[in-house]
Protein backbone atom coordinates (compact mmCIF):
# COMPACT_ATOMS: atom_id res chain seq x y z
CA UNK A 1 0.00 0.00 0.00
CA UNK A 2 2.79 2.12 0.34
CA UNK A 3 3.35 2.51 -3.26
CA UNK A 4 -0.06 3.25 -4.00
CA UNK A 5 0.20 5.81 -1.79
CA UNK A 6 3.79 6.99 -2.80
CA UNK A 7 2.11 6.76 -6.63
CA UNK A 8 -0.60 9.06 -5.93
CA UNK A 9 1.14 11.34 -4.18
CA UNK A 10 3.64 12.13 -6.52
CA UNK A 11 0.53 12.04 -9.18
CA UNK A 12 -0.65 14.97 -7.10
CA UNK A 13 2.62 17.03 -6.65
CA UNK A 14 2.68 16.45 -10.77
CA UNK A 15 -0.50 17.64 -11.51
CA UNK A 16 -0.71 21.03 -8.83
CA UNK A 17 2.54 21.97 -10.15
CA UNK A 18 1.10 21.74 -14.39
CA UNK A 19 -1.62 23.28 -13.13
CA UNK A 20 -0.03 25.84 -11.08
CA UNK A 21 2.26 26.51 -13.83
CA UNK A 22 0.01 26.85 -16.26
CA UNK A 23 -3.05 29.05 -14.43
CA UNK A 24 -1.59 31.53 -12.73
CA UNK A 25 -0.88 35.07 -13.78
CA UNK A 26 2.42 36.26 -14.46
CA UNK A 27 4.38 37.40 -10.82
CA UNK A 28 6.99 39.90 -12.67
CA UNK A 29 5.55 43.54 -13.92
CA UNK A 30 7.35 46.42 -15.48
CA UNK A 31 6.91 49.58 -13.48
CA UNK A 32 9.89 51.87 -15.15
CA UNK A 33 8.72 54.53 -17.96
CA UNK A 34 10.78 57.00 -19.96
CA UNK A 35 9.45 60.16 -21.63
CA UNK A 36 11.36 61.29 -24.98
CA UNK A 37 10.26 64.03 -27.10
CA UNK A 38 10.47 63.47 -31.42
CA UNK A 39 11.32 66.05 -33.66
CA UNK A 40 9.09 66.07 -36.90
CA UNK A 41 9.87 69.01 -38.30
CA UNK A 42 11.08 69.24 -42.08
CA UNK A 43 13.49 70.74 -43.22
CA UNK A 44 14.22 72.56 -47.13
CA UNK A 45 16.98 73.82 -48.45
CA UNK A 46 17.02 77.33 -49.51
CA UNK A 47 18.05 78.57 -53.40
CA UNK A 48 20.75 81.12 -53.61
CA UNK A 49 19.20 84.42 -53.94
CA UNK A 50 20.14 87.97 -56.14
CA UNK A 51 20.97 85.68 -58.76
CA UNK A 52 23.32 87.41 -61.17
CA UNK A 53 24.97 87.55 -64.27
CA UNK A 54 26.04 91.59 -64.40
CA UNK A 55 29.54 92.13 -65.95
CA UNK A 56 29.47 89.42 -68.75
CA UNK A 57 30.43 90.66 -71.80
CA UNK A 58 31.67 89.48 -75.51
CA UNK A 59 35.46 90.37 -76.77
CA UNK A 60 36.27 89.70 -81.02
CA UNK A 61 39.87 88.90 -81.84
CA UNK A 62 41.08 89.31 -85.50
CA UNK A 63 44.13 87.73 -86.41
CA UNK A 64 45.93 87.08 -90.01
CA UNK A 65 47.62 83.87 -90.59
CA UNK A 66 50.59 83.90 -92.40
CA UNK A 67 50.62 80.10 -93.73
CA UNK A 68 47.14 80.30 -96.03
CA UNK A 69 47.17 84.15 -95.88
CA UNK A 70 43.82 84.63 -94.55
CA UNK A 71 42.48 86.76 -91.93
CA UNK A 72 40.52 84.87 -88.71
CA UNK A 73 38.22 85.97 -86.43
CA UNK A 74 37.35 84.49 -82.92
CA UNK A 75 34.76 85.53 -80.62
CA UNK A 76 34.99 85.04 -76.60
CA UNK A 77 32.27 85.19 -74.26
CA UNK A 78 33.66 85.88 -70.57
CA UNK A 79 30.32 84.98 -68.63
CA UNK A 80 30.45 86.56 -64.88
CA UNK A 81 27.69 85.43 -61.92
CA UNK A 82 27.04 86.47 -58.66
CA UNK A 83 24.77 85.26 -55.93
CA UNK A 84 24.08 85.50 -52.48
CA UNK A 85 24.17 82.36 -50.39
CA UNK A 86 21.70 79.98 -49.36
CA UNK A 87 19.78 80.66 -46.26
CA UNK A 88 20.09 77.35 -45.27
CA UNK A 89 22.86 76.74 -42.35
CA UNK A 90 22.55 73.68 -41.61
CA UNK A 91 24.98 70.78 -43.92
CA UNK A 92 25.16 73.25 -46.80
CA UNK A 93 28.34 71.48 -48.78
CA UNK A 94 28.61 73.94 -51.87
CA UNK A 95 27.23 75.19 -55.16
CA UNK A 96 26.52 72.98 -58.63
CA UNK A 97 26.60 75.58 -61.63
CA UNK A 98 24.75 73.92 -64.62
CA UNK A 99 24.50 75.72 -68.20
CA UNK A 100 21.03 75.00 -69.83
CA UNK A 101 20.62 75.58 -73.07
CA UNK A 102 17.68 76.38 -75.31
CA UNK A 103 17.23 73.28 -75.76
CA UNK A 104 16.47 72.05 -72.60
CA UNK A 105 20.26 69.92 -72.28
CA UNK A 106 22.56 70.88 -69.61
CA UNK A 107 26.10 70.48 -69.26
CA UNK A 108 27.69 70.79 -65.47
CA UNK A 109 30.16 73.65 -65.50
CA UNK A 110 31.33 73.42 -61.72
CA UNK A 111 30.81 72.45 -57.92
CA UNK A 112 32.12 75.36 -55.53
CA UNK A 113 32.45 75.72 -52.08
CA UNK A 114 29.32 76.82 -49.82
CA UNK A 115 31.89 80.34 -49.22
CA UNK A 116 31.53 80.95 -52.99
CA UNK A 117 29.27 83.80 -54.27
CA UNK A 118 30.82 84.43 -57.83
CA UNK A 119 32.23 82.61 -60.97
CA UNK A 120 33.94 83.62 -64.09
CA UNK A 121 34.37 81.48 -66.78
CA UNK A 122 35.67 82.68 -70.52
CA UNK A 123 34.00 80.18 -73.50
CA UNK A 124 33.91 80.14 -77.07
CA UNK A 125 31.65 83.22 -77.95
CA UNK A 126 29.47 80.56 -80.06
CA UNK A 127 27.80 79.25 -77.43
CA UNK A 128 26.26 82.95 -76.86
CA UNK A 129 23.99 82.27 -79.58
CA UNK A 130 22.39 79.75 -78.42
CA UNK A 131 20.47 80.95 -74.99
CA UNK A 132 22.62 80.00 -72.40
CA UNK A 133 20.94 80.33 -68.86
CA UNK A 134 22.77 79.27 -65.71
CA UNK A 135 21.17 77.52 -62.91
CA UNK A 136 22.72 77.45 -59.19
CA UNK A 137 21.56 74.64 -57.02
CA UNK A 138 22.59 74.37 -53.46
CA UNK A 139 24.13 70.98 -52.43
CA UNK A 140 24.17 69.21 -48.51
CA UNK A 141 25.76 66.98 -47.03
CA UNK A 142 23.02 64.93 -46.32
CA UNK A 143 21.78 64.64 -50.20
CA UNK A 144 18.68 67.54 -50.45
CA UNK A 145 19.39 70.03 -52.65
CA UNK A 146 17.37 73.34 -53.87
CA UNK A 147 15.45 74.19 -56.04
CA UNK A 148 17.68 75.70 -58.79
CA UNK A 149 18.14 79.26 -59.22
CA UNK A 150 18.24 80.20 -62.33
CA UNK A 151 19.38 83.06 -64.82
CA UNK A 152 17.60 84.56 -67.85
CA UNK A 153 19.67 83.95 -70.97
CA UNK A 154 23.22 85.07 -71.56
CA UNK A 155 24.08 86.81 -74.53
CA UNK A 156 27.09 88.97 -76.20
Known amino acids: MTGIRRSLLLLAVALATVLGLTISPAQASFTARAATTVDASTLTVAPVTRLSTAGTYCTTTTYYNQW ?12 RGSWRPSATTRGVTGYQLTAVFRDGSTQPIATLSPGTTSF ?28 PAETGPVTC
Do not use: M, P
Request: proline residues 0%; without cysteine; charged residues 20%.
Open 68 to 79: DGRSYTTRTLHG
Open 120 to 147: AQDIDGSYADQGIRIRITTLTSYGWTSV
